[in-house]
């Protein structure tokens, strides 16, 4: 490392970053439909002479090999994109729900990628999360930071409850299962009047230490968007949850998980429990997920059924496809794409779950390994595992 080879080694990942980073400034800035067309054209373009000239490869090697050095870059770059659009709404407001998305997927990833359970039921637990913060801050006096936590507890609690019937089940009878449950959860809000019914729930403002976070802030003659504290807040929630999901994966946990998912027959033969392991990815995704639920919720002060739907659930599923089934980077780039380009592309905007269905059956067809593959582990006797 001393040789100078480091850097040079660093230099792909980083090129990267600074180049998806320029990529969502320039897509939230412009408004033409026309620029965001030549924008993604332009892109794609890149992408496409990256891959040729070997260019992508190198740079998932810098990801993989210096991966702590690469997260903290990221985390640096995102945070210059914010200080960029500190006193814009908009922007600040789609990146932080393109954060929360990404700490959704991961809980999701966990439970696909990792154990190899499919769960279209990821909005629900989400809106879960949500309604959660949404009753205590309006109809208790507890702390409103505690929501978060509590919303992550209800979805996890809840998670292992459903996790029973589908541990009776296997294959697609047990995607099955957590189709029933969104759909059952939407009714459920819906015929509500508790929870606001049809019409949703406006949440009051929280108040953080004697602080209103949903309030403007004001520096001298500066005002910066009060999305700006969402945004940090989603970008630590996303962290945790990305060092989360690494440090499970290279476990011992994450191997018992992969060999469950590879063949459920083979690892019980070995030793492994499988149920269990099965219940621990499946709740613990879901807590990722409620978390997540619940800071949207106070960021947009409202919540409503049809925030939550089975089409909302399938748009979590693609997100993890087209980023690469077990992938935590992959998850990134799907979610920043999946997210903003339908905003910015309003032309598309009635069209997007025709649109969305039509990408999953392409990944499936043609890159069923996603945008970015998940590397094959390894995994060495009384070694670290990757």
């Known amino acids: 490392m001393m040789n100078g080879s480091f850097p040079r080694a660093l230099l792909p990942g980083l090129a990267a970053i600074v180049l998806g980073v320029l ?20 892109g794609a373009a890149v992408v496409f002479i990256a891959s040729r000239a070997g260019l992508l490869s190198r740079a998932a090697t810098s990801f993989d090999t210096h991966e702590p050095v690469m997260a903290g870059a990221t985390i640096l770059a995102l945070l210059v994109l914010a200080a960029w659009f500190a006193e814009d709404h908009f922007p600040l407001l789609m990146l932080s729900t393109v954060l929360l998305m990404v700490t959704s997927c991961l809980g999701l990833t966990v439970q696909f990628g990792f154990a190899g359970m499919v769960n279209f039921a990821g909005a629900a637990f989400f809106g879960l999360g949500a309604y959660t913060a949404a009753v205590l801050v309006r109809y208790t006096h507890l702390p409103h930071l505690l929501s978060l936590p ?9 998670g292992s409850v459903l996790i029973w019937p589908m541990l009776r089940t296997k294959g697609h009878y047990s995607a099955v299962v957590t189709i029933a449950f969104a759909i059952l959860f939407k009714t459920f809000l819906e015929v ?3 929870l606001g019914g049809a019409q949703g729930m406006k949440i009051r403002n929280i108040v953080v230490f004697g602080w209103k976070p949903n309030q403007d802030i004001e520096i001298g003659s500066l005002e910066l968007s009060h999305y700006l504290i969402y945004f940090l807040a989603a970008l630590a929630l996303a962290a945790v949850a990305f060092v989360f999901c690494r440090r499970l994966e290279r476990s011992w946990i994450g191997l018992s998980m992969d060999a469950v998912r590879i063949d459920e027959t083979a690892a019980a033969c070995f030793g492994l429990d499988v149920r269990r392991w099965k219940i621990v990815a499946f709740t613990w995704g879901n807590v990722l997920a409620g978390m997540a639920g619940a800071l949207y919720a106070l960021m947009v002060g409202y919540v409503a059924p049809n925030n939550f739907t089975f089409g909302d659930s399938l748009i979590l599923v693609s997100i993890v496809l087209l980023g690469g089934i077990g992938n935590v980077w992959g998850v990134m780039v799907a979610a920043a794409l999946m997210i903003l380009l339908p905003e910015k592309l309003q ?40």
């Open 192 to 194: 509500n009047d508790t």
């Open 347 to 386: 032309a598309i905007q009635e069209y997007r779950f025709l649109l969305y269905a039509v990408l999953v059956m392409l990944i499936l067809l043609f890159r069923p390994q996603g945008l970015l593959p998940r590397p094959l582990r390894r995994y060495l006797p009384g070694g670290a595992g990757r």
């Open 23 to 42: 990529f969502l400034a320039l897509l939230l800035t412009f408004e033409s439909q026309w620029s965001v067309g030549a924008l993604l054209a332009g």
């Open 150 to 158: 509590a919303g992550g507890l209800a979805a996890g609690i809840l």
